[in-house]
C-alpha cells in the first residue's frame, strides 16, 4: 500500500527536530503495521502548503490529510488548492483520510460547514463515543480514548456523509462518504507529550480550569492502536 501524506502545515524547527513533522508523526503511527505486513506500506509527503502533489491520483492508492494550525475558512490560496484535490478525489471515489484540519477541510469542500466552537478548545484526551457501528470497526468498541486538539469543529456534514462519532463538545467527530472517504476529529498520531506542549503554548488561551482539565485529562490511557486498525481496515477494504 502507498500512502500519500498531505501535509498541511509548517512546523518550528525546534518542533520539527523534537517531534517530526506531521507527515513523519504519521509514518511513526503506521509504523507497528509494517511488523505484520509482507510487504510494507510506503510514503510519499506531500508539503500542500507549498503547493506539492502528486502528478497524478494513481501516485499513491491513498491520500491522508494531515491537522494544521489553520483554520480551514481562512482565504488561502492553498487551502483552496487542497479543496480541489479532495474533490478530485470525491469524484474519482480515491481513498481518503482526513485528519483534525483534514476532517474540517473535506466536510467543508464537500458541501459541509465548519465553525469555531463556541464551546472552547477540545484539548488533552477525550472519550469519543461511536454513534454508528460499520464494518470497518474491527475489533468493535462502543467508544475510544483519543488526544484532541482544537477549536474548530465541523457544524454541517457534507451531503451523503454519515457520522459515526461524537464527543461531549463536537457532535460530528468522524464521518464516512460511501467507501472511499474517513474523517476523524482527534489525532491518533500525535504523542501525550506532543499534546503537553500544545496545552503549554496555549496557555494563554485557555482558563485555569481548562488548562488544569487538559493536563489532568493527559493521564488517560489512549487508544491508538485501535484506531490505527480502523484506519486500515478502511484503507484496504
Not at 66 to 91: A, R, V
Not at 156 to 168: C, G, V, Y
Request: with cysteine; glycine share 6%; aromatic share 12%.
Amino acid at each position: 500500500m502507498k500512502i500519500g501524506l498531505l501535509d498541511a502545515d509548517h512546523l518550528s524547527p525546534s518542533i520539527i527536530r523534537r517531534y517530526g513533522c506531521y507527515a513523519e508523526q504519521f509514518i511513526q503511527f503506521f509504523s507497528p503495521l509494517n511488523h505484520s505486513l509482507k510487504k510494507p506500506i510506503t510514503f510519499t509527503r506531500y508539503n500542500v502548503v507549498e503547493f506539492e502533489y502528486p502528478q497524478s491520483l494513481d501516485e499513491s492508492d491513498c491520500y491522508l490529510i494531515t491537522g494544521s494550525q489553520y483554520s480551514t475558512y481562512e482565504d488561502l490560496t492553498w487551502i483552496k488548492k487542497l479543496e480541489d484535490f479532495i474533490q478530485q478525489c470525491h469524484n474519482n471515489k480515491t481513498k481518503l483520510v482526513g485528519i483534525c484540519f483534514g476532517h474540517q477541510l473535506i466536510a467543508q469542500s464537500l458541501g459541509g460547514k465548519v465553525e469555531k466552537n463556541t464551546k472552547g478548545w477540545e484539548l488533552g484526551v477525550t472519550a469519543t463515543h461511536i454513534t454508528r457501528g460499520l464494518e470497518w470497526m474491527q475489533p468493535s468498541r462502543e467508544f475510544f480514548f483519543s488526544l484532541v486538539s482544537h477549536q474548530d469543529q465541523v457544524s454541517q456534514l457534507p451531503e451523503h456523509a454519515i457520522n459515526f462519532a461524537e464527543t461531549n463538545l463536537c457532535p460530528y467527530s468522524g464521518f464516512t462518504i460511501d467507501k472511499h472517504i474517513l474523517t476523524l476529529q482527534g489525532h491518533p498520531e500525535f504523542s501525550k507529550n506532543y499534546v503537553k506542549l500544545i496545552i503549554k503554548l496555549q496557555s494563554k488561551n485557555l482558563s485555569s480550569e481548562q488548562h488544569k482539565s487538559a493536563l489532568s485529562s493527559l493521564n488517560q490511557s489512549i487508544d491508538s492502536e485501535l484506531i490505527l486498525a480502523w484506519i486500515f481496515n478502511f484503507l484496504k477494504a
